[in-house]
């Protein structure tokens, strides 16, 4: 069974960091993109960052390029996101998806107050 399972979610002042973590299992990870989408409320799910099965090639939304960060470990089957000087309007519930399972996590609430 494939599954996407994402932590590391929390409550952090604005200007802070936090660290996602999202856990694979059930299928080849080294071999499959992955990406982190998030959704505010009252808005669409957006992309937020992507990243190639050997981290190669990775992409952000212009929202977030160079405060973002993301990466994967392999070995792990993990994708991570490191979010760094976090603005209120990154409050979002942040999701991990597999496009060629097209498969996602549960969600993980970030909420970054002012």
């Known amino acids: 069974q494939v599954q996407l399972v994402e932590s590391g979610g929390g409550l952090v002042q604005s200007g802070g960091s936090l660290r996602l973590s999202c856990a694979a299992s059930?299928?080849?990870?080294?071999?499959?993109?992955m990406a982190w989408y998030r959704q505010a409320p009252g808005k669409e799910r957006e992309l937020v960052a992507s990243?190639?099965?050997?981290?190669?090639?990775?992409n952000y939304a212009d929202s977030v390029k160079g405060r973002f960060t993301i990466s994967r470990d392999n070995a792990k089957n993990t994708v991570n996101l490191q979010m760094n000087s976090l603005k209120p309007e990154d409050t979002a519930v942040y999701y991990c998806?597999?496009?060629?399972?097209?498969?996602w996590g549960q969600g993980t609430q970030v909420t970054v107050s002012s």
């Open positions: 998806r597999q496009r060629d399972y097209d498969v």
């Open positions: 059930g299928f080849t990870f080294s071999r499959l993109a």
């Open positions: 990243i190639s099965r050997q981290g190669a090639s990775i």
